[in-house]
């Protein structure tokens, strides 16, 4: 195995038993670290358990956090229509301009991380959140109510494409799977939580005080993040600690590489030992600093700024950046779905719910994202794992992990079927409960799967991959929930009717993974050159 076919997505994950007391390779056990950590102090991948641990917990609470400030504000709803006469449509079209300024945004940011540090676009973010909160706790007109949810939705940017990017900067490739597991989770938690704790707060303090309470609690967490979470941005490519991307499997014969393909030794011993010898452990105040600039900034970064912002649309040429957004897009859209049945139909009889008891409508939800999350997350890795070593001789592929996706074909219609048709029917506990647990393992199960995948396939464009992500996500969403009311209609054959219809069309989408499983090492070959090339343009703009 002295040669490898430099395909992105096919890995060596387990070391050969014969080749396991040679290999100069970094490992856990047999199983090949990847990206292959440096010898330098100040590696992420060098961290202490603790410092990966925290850093991993404030990412998953900003994710956490910016998902309930931009899902709470349903909750004040009724207290804006009664109070200020501000119609429903008009809060539906705050959703849109919701998720506009979540997904453009991300894009917009998005050359900031590299260029001038992770931490930055975090601090940025939660600042946009702040002034989105005051403003919503300030409404008086219809155009505030709207115009409010583009800073909510700015301040999500932040946890669309960076906390996976910082993730995966602090945890190895073998552990994807988990660490995107906690994100969903995480994701989950503020989506289907913020309404509940949105409603108790409408009910006892009145609505204004959601957006004081974003307030406070995002004031809070700027501190925190300011004072102690660490900057992750490290050039890696300054240390040649080789590459195992792109593996034959055992009894292929290699084939010659192209000008494009890469080949290089198995056994390559680190060369990053001199370099690392004379490098210093960075100081707590260098290790939060406000803005950590990359080593090829020219000036301000102004011209580099704007010439990877274009360069980042280059994304959109990969297949399988459509087909995660196109799944993690899915959710967000049925999502507007079924929440907006439970705001207009489970307010009045049969079921006569407030919105403490619409609220806990979100709680079966959250119970099947958490089950989604384990089955898509740490199973996955699991599953990877066994494949590799069961079939493919310690090879594995990207698209190995698209197994596991399947039963959101079966359980995600079901659920949509379940909801939807016991809301027309006026349905009480626990049909409608079951169907919203189903649909929540959808949520949790089909996002964490395809993002863990195009993070597999492009390792070297997490970020820029998440962000094309987010854009076709949250474009569809927005599509989406400028439909949804009119798609729902107001009686009882249009509901049940239009949840079917979702119903499938939720499946047709998770299908389309058959086609990515068959054609997905091919699209990776056929990409290839157009891989390196975004690599190498990108990182010498």
């Known amino acids: 195995m002295a040669e490898i076919d430099f395909i992105p997505g096919t890995t060596r994950l387990v070391e050969e038993p014969d080749h396991v007391a040679t290999s100069h390779l970094k490992k856990h ?19 202490s358990l603790p410092r990966r641990v925290w850093h991993a917990a404030l990412l998953c609470f900003v994710t956490a956090l910016t998902a309930a400030t931009s899902n709470d504000a349903s909750s004040g709803q009724d207290g804006m229509n009664n109070d200020l006469g501000i119609s429903y449509n008009a809060m539906n079209t705050g959703a849109g301009v919701l998720f506009i300024g979540i997904g453009y945004f991300t894009l917009l940011i998005s050359p900031a991380a590299w260029l001038y540090g992770r931490r930055i676009t ?16 300030k409404v008086e007109t219809t155009e505030d109510s709207i115009w409010n949810q583009l800073f909510v939705g700015a301040s999500e940017a932040c946890a669309e494409a960076n906390v996976q990017l910082s993730l995966s900067e602090v945890f190895f490739l073998h552990q994807r799977g988990a660490v995107l597991g906690m994100y969903v989770l995480s994701t989950s938690i503020g989506t289907y939580l913020g309404p509940l704790i949105g409603g108790i707060v409408a009910d006892s303090l009145g609505w204004r005080w959601i957006g004081w309470l974003a307030v406070i609690i995002s004031g809070a967490t700027i501190l925190v993040l300011f004072f102690t979470m660490e900057e992750t941005l490290f050039d890696r490519s300054a240390y040649d600690v080789g590459t195992i991307d792109g593996v034959h499997e055992v009894g292929e014969t290699p084939e010659v590489p192209s000008e494009n393909e890469k080949v290089t030794d198995l056994n390559k011993s680190p060369s990053d030992v001199p370099v690392a010898e004379t490098e210093k452990k960075k100081t707590y105040w260098q290790r939060i600093q406000l803005i950590t600039l990359a080593p090829n900034v020219v000036g301000t970064g102004f011209k580099q700024y704007f010439s990877r912002l274009l360069h980042t649309l280059r994304v959109f040429t990969f297949p399988a950046v459509w087909y995660s957004g196109f799944q993690w897009g899915a959710q967000d859209a049925w999502l507007t779905f079924y929440l907006t049945l439970e705001d207009d139909n489970w307010y009045d009889a049969p079921w006569n719910y407030g919105d403490v008891g619409v609220g806990v409508m979100n709680v079966p939800c959250l119970i099947g ?7 898509g997350g740490w199973l996955s890795d699991v599953w990877v794992e066994y494949y590799a070593r069961r079939f493919r001789n310690g090879i594995r592929e990207a698209e190995d992990r698209l197994w596991m996706i399947y039963p959101v074909a079966v359980f995600s219609p079901l659920g949509m079927f379940l909801f939807g048709v016991g809301t027309a029917y ?3 506990w626990p049909v409608p409960y079951v169907g919203l647990g189903f649909i929540g393992f959808g949520w949790g199960c089909a996002g964490d799967l395809s993002m863990a995948y195009l993070m597999d396939a492009y390792p070297e464009m997490v970020l820029e991959g998440m962000v094309g992500v987010s854009v076709v996500n949250n474009t569809l969403a927005c599509l989406f929930t400028f439909t949804a009311s009119i798609w729902l209609g107001g009686g009882v054959d249009s509901v049940r009717n239009c949840m079917i219809e979702v119903g499938v069309l939720d499946f047709l989408f998770v299908m389309t993974t058959i086609p990515m499983m068959y054609y997905g090492k091919k699209c990776r070959r056929w990409t290839l050159a157009r891989y390196e090339d975004f690599v190498r343009i990108r990182d010498t703009l």
Not at 122 to 137: E, N
Not at 369 to 375: E, H, L, N, S
């Open 29 to 47: 056990g047999d199983i090949i670290l990847s990206p292959q950590p440096t010898n330098s102090p100040n590696d992420p991948l060098n961290w």
């Open 122 to 137: 975090f601090l940025i973010c939660m600042v946009l959140g702040v002034i989105g909160a005051i403003w919503f706790a």
């Open 369 to 375: 994202a958490v089950i989604g999350c384990f089955w």
């Open 426 to 428: 006026g349905w009480a």
